[in-house]
């Protein structure tokens, strides 16, 4: 099975799951700014191997179908596991992490299911809020940490993501990234990867 990870596409999925366990081992480490400098590399990845994969030629439909599965569980982890490991420790494992984290969860294995079903629609939109928007805002709402109060940071960034939670699996039209956002994207993951990382290190 190790042979279909040979496949570029397929590869640049497998390490974004890499970038996924360092940032899942930073986050229960309790240093929660250099876990999500990390895993918007994973978010990178994630949005790296489709534009891969599009322009590989003669992929086999074994390979695809491979790395359409594998997509799918890196897709779990970094959108809705690491969210929810990073809120638990934020929070210091209070009751209402732990409904946030159960929320995230849940939206994230039901969106997921329902795609891997059903694809897009056929305007070629997405059902629901992506889980590949969780991690940005994330990163969005520490750097501007330094803003808010101690008080009211953990509720609000809680709250925040029980939103974020109903959007994944809310009957809304999200449009389908093109190459553009791709661009904007990938400039802002370095620059707030670098932000967070460099603050964490301070």
């Known amino acids: 099975m190790l042979k279909y990870l040979w496949d570029p596409a397929n590869a640049i999925t497998t390490g974004g799951l890499l970038f996924s366990s360092v940032s899942f081992f930073l986050a229960l480490s309790n240093r929660l700014e250099l876990s999500i400098a ?3 590399w994973a978010v990178l ?4 191997d489709g534009i891969v994969a599009a322009h590989t030629k003669n992929r086999h439909p074994d390979v695809a179908k491979m790395g359409k599965s594998l997509d799918g569980f890196a897709d779990l982890i970094y959108g809705a596991v690491l969210p929810a ?8 494992a209070s009751g209402f992490a732990l409904v946030t ?7 994230g294995a039901i969106r997921l299911s329902y795609f891997d079903n059903f694809g897009r629609l056929r305007d070629g939109r997405f059902l629901g809020l992506p889980l590949s928007y969780d ?6 709402i520490f750097l501007a940490r330094p803003l808010v109060s101690d008080e009211f940071f953990v ?3 809680l709250s925040t993501f029980i939103l974020l939670a109903a959007l994944h699996v ?3 039209r999200i449009a389908a990234p093109n190459m553009t956002m791709y661009v904007a994207l990938s400039i802002f993951s370095v620059i707030a990867s670098s932000a967070l990382g460099l603050r964490s290190l301070s």
């Open 170 to 172: 809310a009957p809304i």
């Open 45 to 48: 990845s994630d949005h790296l």
């Open 101 to 107: 984290a159960t929320a995230l969860l849940a939206a």
């Open 38 to 40: 990390t895993a918007l």
């Open 135 to 140: 991690i940005p805002v994330m990163a969005i």
């Open 155 to 157: 509720p609000v960034t």
């Open 85 to 92: 490991a990073i809120l638990i420790q934020l929070s210091g």
